[in-house]
C-alpha cells in the first residue's frame, strides 16, 4: 500500500471577521481562528489547549482537577448525551477552564442523568466551543504540539479578536506553573465514601485497616474512594503540609496524588516532604503528578511532553507479570528515562511511546504510576494497585 | 509469547453458503484467518462448500476442499490431511458446530487434532444457555429469569414461573432460528413446537421478556496472557425483541455514563474469563433497563461474528486477523496495529464518528411472509455509514441501503395521514417493522412528541430526538427552500442529507442542488478510520466523508490523493437475493488483477461484511452509500492528483452499473465494455435489431405498455408465457402466465412494481434446457470460460438454479453452438471485460434468453470450477489488455462441478418453497467430483439435504411430467426404496409395471400425504406441479417436507439428478479432494 503524508494544515489563512451565527471562537497564540457555537457559560478564558480520545466520562473529565489551566478538545463528536448528575464528578468544582467539541450539546438521555450538559457548563462557569473540527485542531497538537490560546463565547456574536489574539500570547503556558496550590483542599479532612457500584451508587466505609494520608495536589475523589474500598482509613492533607505534620498523624501509608501543572514547580515545596516520607520508611504510593514528584524527590528529572497523553485507551504493560493493563491517562510531563537514579526500578510502561508509566523504589516500600489506575473515566484493570499498596502497609506494619 | 512451534497445520473451517444470519462477513473473517496463518508459516487446510468466496481462492490455503461442511465430510479430510490443529471460531456457527460434532464423534482425539482458539468445553459452555447460565451467576452477572425445556410438558411448567410475554429461544440454532416471542399461549405453543423441533438437541430456553430494554454488544479480544481488549461497544437503535442483524446498531454506544460502560466492560471480560475463551474475539450482548441501568447478560458467541466484522470495519482494528494470530500463541502487545504502523494491537481503538448499520430485508421476495420482526432474523444483508454525527451516519446509512431512500423518506401510515388521531400512528410504531425508522420520522411529521413515539417503539429518546431533529430540518427546508449562502447549506449536510433528498425536499432536480452546491463550493472532506482518533498518524487511506468546516476557511481533508495511475472500482452494497458474495468476488478479483498489473487500486464500498471493504484488499478504501453524489465527490477528490485510468462499474453488480449514466455524464472515464453497450443488451428493441443482424434466435416476445398490448402480444406469441418488468435484477416480479386471467392480474400488480417502464413479455419454452455461458473479451477475442447446463429447466431462475459445468446431457453440436454463438454475441456488443449469456436449447434449438454484458453470479463458481481466474483477466482486458497476453488453458481433468442454491424459506412460515423465474436463493454451494452423480450428491450434502439411501418416495407429478418419471421410478425400485404415489401418477408408474403404494391427496381426506410424511413414512419427495390449484393444492407438502428436512425436488430434472447422486452414493463414500489437486498446473 502507498504510504503518504497528511494533507497541510489550511488554518492559518487572515481573516478577522465572526461567520454568519457565529457565537464562538477559538484564537491560538498564533492567531489561528476557529468559528464555533458558544456553549456554557458566556466570556473568555486562557489556557494549553490539549486533545482527549476517550468517548465516555465527559464529566469525570471536566471536573478533573489535573485539567487546571487547559482547555480540552474532545475528540469523540457527541459529548453530553447522558448530561450532567451528581454522582459522576471528581471534584465539586471543576478545574479544567473550558472544552471544544464538534456536535452541540443534546437533550440528556439516560436514566441517572439530572441536567443538560449546557446548563451543568453553565452552573459551573465553564465556557464551551462546538461545531469545531476537533479531529483537525488534535492533528495540529499531535503534529506541532500542545498549543496555548483562547476560547470565546459572545452570544450576540461580537468579539474583540485583536485583545483575544493579544490574551492567547499572553498566556504564559503551563512550564513552570504551580497549580496545585489552587486546587488543592484548604485544609485537613477525613473521606470514607467508596467505590460507585450499579444499583447501590456510592458506598460508606464500614470499617477500616491502615492509616492513609493523602497530600491532595489535585486529587480525583475515585482515587480517595478507591482507598476506601481497599480499607483505607483516608486523611486527605493539603498539598503544602509538612513532612513531618503528615508523619505525626502516624500513617500507614501516603498516598501522593494526581495534580495540575509543572512537577518541577509544585515540586519546590512538595519533593522535600516526598523525601523525607520516602526516607522515614512509610509505605508511599504515587499517581500522576504524585508519580511525577515522588521521581524528582529521588533524583529524576521530569519534562513537558510534546503534547501528552489523555484517554481512556493507554496500553501499559506491567514489566514484572508481562501484562498489559489499558489505562487512563491524563498527563503532560513525564519522567525522563534516562535520568533514574540505580535506585529506582521502572515497572510500568507505555506501549504507545515507550515512556515510563511506573516504578518502584528498589529498597523501600514505595511506588508510583503515571496513569490513573482509579479510573473515572476509563477502565478499571489498574485497580490491582490500591490492593498492592494495601499489601505493602501489611508488610511494613 | 511467540507463536507455537509445535503445531504445523492447521485445519480452517468456513461458514458454507450464504444464509440469513451468515452472510459474507464469514468469508472476509475466514480470509482474514488464512491470510494471517499463512503468513506466519502454517500449513493452512480450508473447508467451505461456498465456491463465491475470497477465502477458497486456491492461492490462500494450502489445500483447500469446496466440500460440503458435515462431520462426515471433515473426518475424511482430517484422516487425510491429518492436521496438527482445528480453529473453529470463523466459520460461524456452521463450523462451531460441526467443530462440536467432530470432538463429540472422538474424531478430534483419535487424530490428535487440538482445537485451537475456542475448545470443545468452552463452546459448550457459551452455547448451552443452562451452562451459560450457570456460569454467569458464578461472576455475579444477572441473566433473565429462565428455564429450560425439551418437551411442551416441561416448557409449559416453565411459563407459569416466567409468564407472559416470553421469549422462545431453540439450543445451537443460528441467529434465532425457529425461536420467537410468544404474547398468548396459543403463540407460545406454537413457538415452542417450532424451536423443539429446529434445535438439533430438541432443547428450548423460556425466559423472562426483557423485551423494550436497550441492547448493547461489546466486542471483546482475549489473548493467552489473559489480556483482554474491548475492540468496539454496539448499541442497537432497536430495543430488545429484534434480533440484533435486524436492528439499525450505532457504535460506539452513545447513551452510557462512563460508570455504566465501565461496568458493562468489565462484565464482557469477566464472562470471557469465565467461560474460558482463552484467545481470540467473542461478542457479549446485554439488555439494560432504561429506567433502572439493571444489566443483563443475554449471550455471548465464542467466536468472530457478523458484530465482530462489523467492529472491525468500524474501528479499524481487524478482529479475525488478530484472533488467528492470537490463537497461534501470539499476545496482543506482540503484535501490531497495521493501521498506525507505530503502537502496538493491545489497545482499545477509540473513534472520533459514529457508525450506524442498517439491516437490509427482501420481504419483497416472499409473498405472505409477515413484516414484522422478532428475535429470528430475516434481514439478508446491511450496510454501514460512518459520519461525524448520528444524524450524518443514519442518512448515509438510509441512502447506502439501495432501496429507494434518499434520506428519512416520507411513509404513508394508512388511517393517520391528517394527524388528528394519533393512536393510529402509535399503533403502527409499535409494530416492529422493517421500515419503522420511517414510520417515526412521519409520526413526527404528523406531529407526535419524542414521549409518545417513545412509549410506542421502545427507541432511546436521545436517538428519536436526532430524528425529530432532521425532521425539522426538512420541514424548514420545504418551507424555505434550498439556501443561498453557503453556511446555510454546509449546515445541512452536516447533517447528512444528500442532494437528491434535497431535491425531494424543495421541489428541484438533484442536479439543481448540486449545482447550487458547487456555485458555493460545499464539498464534502474526506477523514480517516485510524483506530486511535488521530492520535497517531495513519498511514492507511481508509477513509470516509463528511463536511467540516466554519464556511470560512477550507475544511480539512486527509484523503492525500497519490500520484500514481489509478483505478476506482465499485462495490456491490449491502447483500440482498440477487446480487451478493459473487460480486463483492469480482470486485476484490479486480482489484487483485489490477494491483498486478501495477494500478493503484481504490475500492468504493458500504457492505461491512465483506472482503471488499478491508482496508488491506485495496490500495486505498473510501467506506461511502454508492449513489452518483457521493461517488462523483470522490472521485474529484482522487482526480486532483495523479491519473485516473477509469471507474469499474460492471463488478458490483445493479448497484455500480446504475452509476453508470451519472458517471459520463459527470465526464468520469468508464473502463470496459461502454455503458451503451449495456444498453444495446438491455434496450429490447435495439437488442433484437442486433439479434437479427447477427442470425441468432430469441423466443418470440414483445414489449407492453398497458394490458391491452400484453393481452395481444401473449395471444400472438401464445401462452404459456414468461413475463417481468425491464430492468430488473434477481428475477424480481417475473412470473410465468399459463392463462389470461393470470395476465391481467399481473398487469395490475407489475406496472406498480415498475413505474412508468415497460413490461416485456417472452414465450415460455416449455421444459427446455437452459444454459449460462460466462465469457470475457478485449473486444477482439472472445474466450468463453464457462458453459454450464441447469438442472432445472429454463423458467426457474437461473440464480436459484443448480446447474452442472460441464454440461451433462448437452450434445457436442449444441455445445459447439452455444460457444459459436456466445463469440459472436460477444463482439458485436463490443464487449470488453466479462459478459454473462443465458440460453434455452430446446431439442438441438439454441435460444437466446439474456446477455449481460458485465459481472453474473456464477463468475466465481466458473473460476473455481475450471481454474482460470476470469474475473481477474476481464480486469486486466478492461485496463487495455489484450486477451492474447493470458494463459486461458484451465484444468485439464475430466471432473464436474455442480452448483446448488440455498434458500431461507425455513425463516419466512407461510411462504411457498416452490421456484419460479423469481430469484429467492440466498447463496450457494458447489459440489465437486469426478463425475455428475457425485458431484450433485454433495452439492444437496452441502445445501444441507442429506440423501436417503433407502426409504420411502412420495411421487406426484403433473400429467406431462408422467413419461419422465417412469425411468426415475424404475431407478428408484432398482436402488431399493419403496414408492408411494398420489392416485393419477400411480396409476402411470404401475402401467409401466413399478410397484407402488397409494396415498391420498390432501384435499382428498383424511389421512393423506401430509400425514403420512409427518409420521416419517416419507423420506423423499419427487413433487411436480402446474397450475395456481394444483400448486395451493401441494403447498402443504413442500411446506412440511421443508420444515421435517425431507429432500424434495419439484422438477423432473431434478429428480432425474437426485437419482443420479443416490446411486453413485451407494455405490462407495463419498471422497474428497483439494481443490489444488483439481486445477493442478493451471495456476
Redesign the interface.
Known sequence: ???????L???H?P?SQA????TAVIVLADGTE???RGMGAAGSVGGEIC?N?????Y??ILTDPSYAGQIIAF????IG??GA?P??IETTTPAARGLIV??DI???????SSQHLDGWLRSHGLIGIA?I????L??RL??AGAANGVVCHAPEGIFDLAELRSQAKAWPGLEGMDLAKEVTCRQTYHWDETL????QGYGRQAVSTFHVVAVDYGAKRNILRCLASNGCRVTVVPASTSADAILRLRPHGVFLSNGPGDPAATGAYAVPTIKHIIEAGIPTFGICLGHQMMALALGAKTEKMHHGHR?????V?DLVS???E?TSQNHGFVVVEGSLPSGLEVTHKS??DGSVEGFKVKDMPAFAVQYHPE??????DSRYLFERFVKMMAENA | MPKRRDIESILIIGAGPIIIGQACEFDYSGTQACKALKEEGYRVILVNSNPATIMTDPGLADATYIEPITPEILARIIEKERPDALLPTMGGQTALNTAMELAKRGILREYEVEMIGANAEVIEKAEDRLLFREAMTRIGLESPRSAIAHSMEEAKAALLEIGLPSVIRPSFTLAGTGGGIAYNQDEFEQIVTAGLKASPVCEVLVEESVLGWKEFEMEVVRDR???C?IVCSIENVDPMGIHTGDSITVA?A??????????M??ASIACLREIGVDTGGSNVQFAV???????IVIEMNPRVSRSSALASKATGFPIAKIAAKLAVGY???ELQNDITEV??A?????????VTKMPRFTFEKFPGAEKTLTTSMKSVGEAMAIG???AESLQKALRSMETGLTGLNEVDIPGAASGENSDIARAALAVPTPDRLLVIAQAFRLGLSVADVQRACRY???FL??IEGIVAAETKVHERGLPN?R?GLLHLKRLGFSDARLAELTGVAEAAVAARRNELDVHPVY?RIDT??????S???YMYSTY?????????????P?E?NKVIILGGGPNRIGQGIEFDYCCVHAVYALDEAGY?TIMVNCNPETVSTDY?TS?RLYFEPLTSEDVIELVRVEQKRGALKGVIVQFGGQTPLKLAAALEDAKIPILGTPPDAIDLAEDRERFQKLLARLGLRQPNNGTANSLAEAERIAESIGYPVVIRPSYVLGGRAMEIVHDRSVLTRYMTEAVKVSGKDPVLIDSYLQDAIEVDVDAISDGRDVHVAGIMEHIEEAGIHSGDSACSLPPYTLSPAVIEDIRAQTKKLGLALGVIGLMNVQYAVKGNDVYILEVNPRASRTVPFVAKATGVAIAKLAARLMAGEPLTNFRLDGAKGSHVAVKEAVFPFARFPNVDTLLGPEMKSTGEVMGLDSDFGRAFAKSQLGSGVELPLEGAVFVSVRDRDKPGMIAVGKKLVELGFSLIATHGTAAALRAHGIKVDDVKKVMEGRPHIVDTMKNGGVHLVFNTTDGAQAIADSFSIRRTALMNKIPYYTTVAGARAAVAAIGALKSGKLEVTPLQSYLEGSF
Open positions: 500500500m502507498p504510504k503518504s503524508g497528511p494533507m494544515l489550511d488554518l489563512l481573516k461567520p454568519l451565527g457565529a476557529l468559528w464555533g486533545f480520545t476517550s468517548i465516555t466520562g464529566q469525570e475528540t469523540f463528536p457527541h448525551n447522558v448528575n454522582e459522576d464538534r456536535e443534546t437533550e440528556p438521555s439516560n436514566w441517572r461545531g473540527d476537533t479531529r483537525s488534535t492533528r499531535r503534529d460507585w457500584t450499579l444499583g484517554g481512556a485507551n493507554h496500553p504493560k508481562g501484562k498489559v489499558i506501549l504507545f479510573a473515572s473515566p476509563g477502565p478499571r | 496472557a489473559d489480556n481488549i460506539p452513545l447513551t452510557l455514563t462512563d460508570k455504566e460502560y465501565q461496568t466492560r468489565d433497563n432504561p429506567d433502572t441501568g439493571r444489566l499476545t496482543l502487545d503502537t502496538p493491545s489497545f482499545e481503538p477509540t473513534i472520533d464518528y459514529v461525524r454525527n448520528f432511546d429518546a436521545w430526538r436526532q449562502d453556511a477523514k486511535c482518533a488521530a492520535e497517531f498518524a498511514s492507511t487511506p467540516e468546516g466554519d464556511g470560512l476557511a477550507p475544511a480539512e481533508c486527509e484523503a492525500d497519490s500514481a493503484e488491506d490500495d
